[in-house]
């Protein structure tokens, strides 16, 4: 089966010292490659959700002058602007690949989101081996990887829920949710392997992507 052809020199562009030549090293090699694995995977990402789907590299915030610490490739239903709508993502970090599902900021898709994942909780938890890996990426730095979530708690999902609605003190809605493979690992991962990944993931993903 094929590799996904995510390898060492991959990760180490995002272990440049230089600021300025981290993002220009990014944009010029890292960028492209990820997203030529995700135009590989688009096919198969779509048969899974039973929707078609367009991969687009997402560029995140970050301060001036900092450096880039993540790359990640969006998969949506759409090519517009993703604010608000749900996508799967494949991220590179120094560290890590992940396998994700994505909603950033606020759209007129996040009250029935709430609803759903709220409905939902308690099939959510009893998904069992699929979501055994799952992490809760909310605030989360691109460091050390977020702890494993307790997704068979129907209360963690009812928090998932509260989530997709803006917070107090201005709390941006949206969730972030996926698992992770090592850098070692992800030397020798397959198409297949990354796409059962996603397939574990795509309930969720169905299920904001389907919310009215």
Known sequence: ???????????????????????????ATLQPRLLAVGRVLSGGLSRVVGRELHPQIVRPGRRRGAATEEVLVAFADCTRPLRGIPYLALSISRGHL???????????????????????????????????????????????????????????????AEELAPGPGGRAAGTDLGVAW????????????????FRDLAPLYKLLVNAA
């Not at 390898?7 to 944009?27: I, K, M, N, Y």
């Not at 997704?151 to 999902?157: G, R, T």
């Not at 020798?188 to 392997?193: C, F, I, M, P």
């Open 182 to 197: 090592s850098r070692e690992e992800a030397r020798s991962l397959a198409v297949g392997d990354v796409l059962g990944a």
């Open 98 to 160: 992940h396998a994700r599902v994505v909603v950033r900021g606020e759209s007129e898709r996040s009250a029935p989101m709430r609803r759903a994942v709220e409905r939902e909780a308690d099939n959510l938890s009893r998904r069992g081996k699929p979501f055994r890996k799952l992490r809760h990426y909310v605030a989360w730095r691109s460091e050390e990887l977020p702890e494993i979530a307790p997704a068979a708690s129907a209360a963690f999902w009812r928090e998932v």
């Open 1 to 27: 089966m094929a590799g996904i052809g995510i390898g060492p020199g991959d990760f180490a562009v995002l272990e440049l010292e230089a600021a300025g030549d981290r993002a220009r090293t990014v944009e």
